[in-house]
């Protein structure tokens, strides 16, 4: 039963939605610090690894977006997220139960199918949670979750993994997805779709639209189209470092399993949690005076990213901090301006995004929008750096690695740059168009 927005209970659904984005961030982006002991364990190459991290995940979890999102669109979306939710904590259960290679592949894409109804239907209901004006901020506690899931996941796996093995750690993990989904099903609001949308778009909305219509009317949208590109290259690096950093960090810089995750988790998922409230801020308060704010803070993060976090994968290893135990290396202060610069695009672009896709659209619209930055992101990314760092061993052995982060970083953002450019122009002359 839908209940009218806003208020406490639209707080407390974020706040739900939240810890199920996190959890699902947690059960994805855990790989990243268990890589070094699964392919030790197996006998691997980085490359299979990239398949397995990467292409393996995206190609269930995009095949399954806009199917998915279709269905959310005409149905209960609280109560379709919250199913999702579990059955995507029980395959990453199972992924710690794996005899083998194939096996944890198998359960990896069980994990991915489960999490292909989670995003986009979560993001609609916010939207009929929130007024426009306010959905910057909203989007910001909600995209928490990836780098909650990196604090948490990370660093917690890391600790497991050290202790009692890497297959512990993922059984553990999935403990607390199954009470996420159940808090979501039984004390969550189902918001009223188009809650904030004027009477008469919402009710111009087509009963039985075509999927064929809704796919063209996306590809007719320039913004859409360019932003879609622009978040692609960000997702291809962004996995790629969120899986390989943790490898990078004992390979290069000789930290351990647990340390590697602490610094992944803790001070790069703060540094994360930092930057993204202070662009979903940033983004409300400037678009208020100009709304093409909402992709000018992305290319802003996206220049600002770029020096910082080619100082930290080329400074060498040498002298450490000591702290809370662990040798920090002094790259790690790059880091933390890298972490918080880089996740500047996430607010903003869904927000905008929310108020570009009418309302009946939402979720098989950001559905496919995920499909594209998934498949190509999130898929290749992780495989790109994997297969490149194998290609520089003969050239620079066990520094390959790092050349093969600092390639991609140096690529990705210089790109998500040009890319957020073009956007903007395309965004602005949308504005100017709706209003004449």
């Known amino acids: 039963m839908t209940q009218p927005a806003h208020g406490w209970r639209s707080h407390y659904a974020l706040l739900v939605l939240l810890f199920v984005y996190t959890m699902s961030f947690i059960d994805r982006q855990i790989m990243g610090i268990l890589v070094q002991p699964i392919k030790q364990e197996f006998g ?33 979306r609280r109560n379709f997220v919250a199913y999702c939710c ?7 259960a199972l992924c ?5 290679f194939w096996s944890l592949a198998l359960a990896r894409m069980g994990v991915a199918v489960g999490e292909a109804g989670g995003g986009p239907p979560s993001i609609s209901m916010i939207a009929d949670h929130y007024p426009p004006q306010q959905r910057g901020r909203a989007m910001s506690i909600y995209m928490l979750g990836p780098q909650l899931g990196i604090l948490l996941g990370l660093a917690g796996g890391g600790w497991i993994a050290q202790h009692y093995g890497w297959r512990t750690a993922f059984m553990v993990m999935s403990v607390p997805g199954l009470l996420a989904a159940f808090l979501l099903r039984f004390t969550a609001v189902e918001p009223r779709r188009g809650t904030w949308e004027t009477a008469a778009g919402a009710a111009s909305a087509p009963a039985t639209e075509s999927l064929g219509v809704v796919l063209r009317d996306l590809w007719a949208s320039r913004p859409f189209v360019r932003i879609t590109v622009a978040v692609t290259l960000m997702n291809f690096i962004g996995y790629g470092i969120g899986i390989w950093t943790p490898a990078f960090l004992v390979r290069s810089h000789g930290m351990t399993l647990q340390g590697a995750g602490a610094v992944m988790g803790i001070v790069g998922g703060l540094a994360a949690v930092s930057g993204a409230l202070t662009s979903g801020w940033l983004s409300d308060a400037l678009a208020k005076r100009d709304p093409r704010w909402r992709l000018g803070v992305p290319l802003l993060g996206c220049l600002l990213t770029l020096p910082s976090g080619l100082a930290f994968y080329l400074m060498p290893a040498g002298d450490a901090w000591m702290i809370g135990g662990f040798a920090m290396p002094h790259a790690i202060g790059f880091y933390l301006l890298f972490g918080f610069t880089a996740v500047w695009w996430t607010a903003p672009v869904y927000a905008m995004l929310a108020g570009l ?3 009946h659209r939402r979720a098989t619209g950001l559905a496919m929008f995920n ?14 750096v994997g297969m490149l760092s194998d290609l520089l061993v003969p050239h620079f052995g066990n520094e390959a690695l790092r050349w093969a982060l600092a390639a991609g970083t140096a690529a990705g953002f210089l ?22």
């Open 357 to 359: 896709i009418v309302p």
């Open 415 to 436: 790109l998500g740059s040009l890319a957020f450019a073009l956007a903007l122009r395309a965004y602005s002359q949308t504005l100017r168009t709706q209003a004449a």
């Open 44 to 76: 691997v190459s980085d490359t299979a690894m990239g398949v397995l991290t990467g292409l393996a995940f995206a190609v269930f979890y995009s095949a399954l977006a806009i199917p998915f999102g279709r269905y959310a669109d005409r149905s209960n």
């Open 96 to 100: 710690g139960m794996a005899t083998g």
């Open 86 to 92: 579990a059955a995507w904590s029980v395959m990453t």
């Open 371 to 384: 499909l594209v930055i998934t498949l190509i992101g999130g898929g290749m990314g992780p495989l790109a």
